[in-house]
């Protein structure tokens, strides 16, 4: 094998983000290797493609707002006339339960971190989300118990989360990577990872 500037372990959505950024940032020589016979076989494709912006940490919510930002533009970012992925934006729906202060004190906080959000009643959950249910008692998983349902609840909607298929914006990021120069090697497993003056 030819020397390479950069290698990449796994040939996910994470690794081949990587790649592109690198590929798109400058003239390094990338080879991502994978020991999958394709794209997308590992946890990309298990993956529940819901893209969101609420985390606990400040950090993650900034992450998670670029990211979301580049899935909006994503024939942009990938600078693909027909990528195969489309970013859907649907809104991702918090239900806390019988927490109803919890939707009012995450809405100021995201709105302060510039994330779009509304907070919803059982009237409004009714109109947008229509097969939904308003109770806010949760299910008895280990009975099974039937409870009477009982609304009051205040819900907090993501207004620009949504979803995307995960294995599809990899395959793009690959078609772009390749695009670059990028090398990907399939069917090839990494035995070990030398370390070597505090590098790898």
């Given at each position: 094998?030819?020397?390479?500037?950069?290698?990449?372990?796994g040939a996910g959505i994470?690794?081949?983000?990587?790649?592109?950024?690198i590929a798109r940032r400058s003239s390094l020589n990338v080879l991502v290797l994978d020991k999958a016979s394709g794209i997308g076989e590992g946890s990309t494709g298990a993956s529940s493609a819901v893209c969101r912006h609420r985390y606990t940490r400040t950090e993650m919510v900034h992450m998670a707002r670029d990211g979301i930002n580049a899935y909006r533009r994503w024939s942009q970012f990938t600078g693909l006339k027909q990528p195969r992925a489309e970013y859907q934006q649907h809104g991702v729906l918090w239900m806390p339960g019988e927490d109803t202060e919890w939707a009012q004190r995450e809405h100021q906080r995201m709105v302060e971190l510039g994330i779009a959000t509304t907070v919803l009643d059982d009237?409004?959950?009714?109109?947008?989300?229509?097969?939904?249910?308003?109770c806010i008692l949760a299910t008895d998983t280990v009975t099974a118990e039937e409870h009477d349902c009982r609304g009051g609840g205040r819900h907090l909607l993501e207004l620009e989360g949504g979803y995307i298929d995960p294995v599809a914006a990899a395959e793009d990021l690959a078609e772009a990577c390749l695009g670059r120069g990028v090398e990907l090697e399939f069917n090839t497993t990494v035995e070990d990872v030398i370390t070597a003056g505090g590098a790898d």
């Open positions: 094998m030819q020397n390479k500037d950069v290698i990449i372990i994470i690794g081949l983000s990587i790649a592109w950024q009237s409004d959950l009714k109109q947008r989300f229509p097969a939904f249910s308003s």
